[in-house]
T-cell receptor, first 118, second 111 residues
């Protein structure tokens, strides 16, 4: 398996522009997570999906952020309009889900998208 | 919700020295997971502990889960330069379906 795939790997944009980050989870995984990592705030969970349905979006900073999962193999995180304080590394992770075995809790992270908003 | 605190935030050691990072919670945890993130990389799952007092080893790494399931530790014996990175503990909430991550301990190893 190729693992979790994220694109783009790097994104540089100007303040006010729309940014779309993409994620392809591991095939068969029921859970998908979006995280943001900064030096100041560490690793923050933004939102997660179970079977394509958003379960908890309490970590989404504000209305400028939105996430979708139109099918089991694709998710997007959109920032519109972007601001310099959104600069961070955004990780997507997936996990198999709750099937009664311990290993299903393991989260597999993608390589991340490094976003710079000027 | 479950909160996990990690100490220390940073640790600098000489190659060959031991290293320990601690993870603490005010509430009983159902499990504890440990991840490693290399500089410029992404978190990679190392291990999960679920039983009270559980101890697991991976080569030079020893993981412990406290008897009360409120704390955990990761100990590295005789550190090597390949051990550099940030070590995160996380607790997976089975009901909520998500993990809560600690702030991580960043280890640097001087050759």
């Amino acid at each position: 398996d190729a693992g979790v795939i994220q694109s783009p790997r790097h994104e540089v944009t100007e303040m006010g522009q729309e940014v779309t980050l993409r994620c392809k989870p591991i095939s068969g995984h029921d859970y998908l997570f979006w995280y943001r990592q900064t030096m100041m705030r560490g690793l923050e969970l933004l939102i997660y999906f179970n079977n394509n349905v958003p379960i908890d979006d309490s970590g989404m900073p504000e209305d400028r952020f939105s996430a979708k999962m139109p099918n089991a193999s694709f998710s997007t995180l959109k920032i519109q309009p972007s601001e310099p304080r959104d600069s961070a590394v955004y990780f997507c992770a997936s996990s198999l889900g709750r099937t009664g075995t311990r290993s299903t809790d393991t989260q597999y992270f993608g390589p991340g998208t490094r976003l710079t908003v000027l | 919700g479950q909160q996990v605190m990690q100490i220390p935030q940073y640790q600098h050691v000489q190659e060959g020295e031991d290293f320990t990072t601690y993870c603490n919670s005010s509430t009983t945890l159902s499990n504890i997971q440990w991840y490693k993130q290399r500089p410029g990389g992404h978190p990679v799952f190392l291990i999960q502990l679920v039983k009270s007092g559980e101890v697991k080893k991976q080569k030079r790494l020893t993981f412990q889960f406290g008897e009360a399931k409120k704390n955990s530790s990761l100990h590295i014996t005789a550190t090597q330069t390949t051990d550099v990175g940030t070590y995160f503990c996380a607790s997976f909430n089975t009901n909520a379906g998500k993990s809560t991550f600690g702030d991580g301990t960043t280890l640097t190893v001087k050759p």
